[in-house]
């Protein structure tokens, strides 16, 4: 289904309203670059390859990004648009964990292709709605650009856009350490909001990784047992971890605490 089709089925009458799906390909000069952008010139978002830098203009004014990140890890992540529900529940809840990523060193930094006048309207309601206290810069995107440079946009977004002639982004999640490399991605679709608890697993699994040498399990989360690597020998894990749980010689557990 469509975003438009999905706005209309599901969304408040008003919101729905303010979407025009286009029947006709959309080609102004601006999306063919984009578009070009998106295939043939844009950079490849490898994990492990260095997350492009990019100046923007956020609700905390502006930033170059790398400089932005510092010596901390960070968490790029776009939504939809302003003034829309999921989104609106997604940015409460990224609000409402900050501490928990603040604690771990994690700075966030949201992302939509609305400006700023929107962005600082909108926060207001986030807060109002969700009962929280939105610390974390917003990036002002209007123009797409870092949408396009990041890939946070989908297959329908070039023939589907709002009422201001703005299409849309989708929700995606760039995990980036404190190297500037991309060391995770996620990416939904606008009808689905993301679990915040996942990206703080995700991130907790990572750091866990780079300090410990361990990997992480399906559904591993801080104090469950951890899996020895294939590059460590069990002989070594022993000396390193102590106990360590043989299940098959390539299957290996050991529980290093929280
Ligand atoms: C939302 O609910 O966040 C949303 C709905 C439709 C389009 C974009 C976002």
Known sequence: MTMAALLTRAAPRSLATTIRPITRPYTSSFLRRSLATATDEQPHLRLGSIAPNFQAKTTQGDIDFHKWIGDKWAILFSHPADFTPVCTTELGAFAKMKGEFDKRGVKLIG??????????????????????????????????????????????????????????????VFVIDPNKKIRLTMMYPASTGRNTAEVLRVVDSLRTGDTKGVTTPIDWIPGDDVIVPPSVTTEAARKKFGDVREVKPYLRYTNIGK
């Open 111 to 172: 992302l939509s292709a609305n400006d700023l006048t929107s962005h600082s309207k909108w926060i207001q309601d986030i807060n109002e709605t969700q009962n929280s206290d939105l610390q974390f810069p917003i990036i002002a995107d209007a123009d797409r650009k870092i949408a396009f440079t990041y890939d946070m946009v989908d297959a329908q977004d070039v023939t589907n856009k709002d009422d201001k002639g703005i299409a849309f982004t989708i929700r995606s």
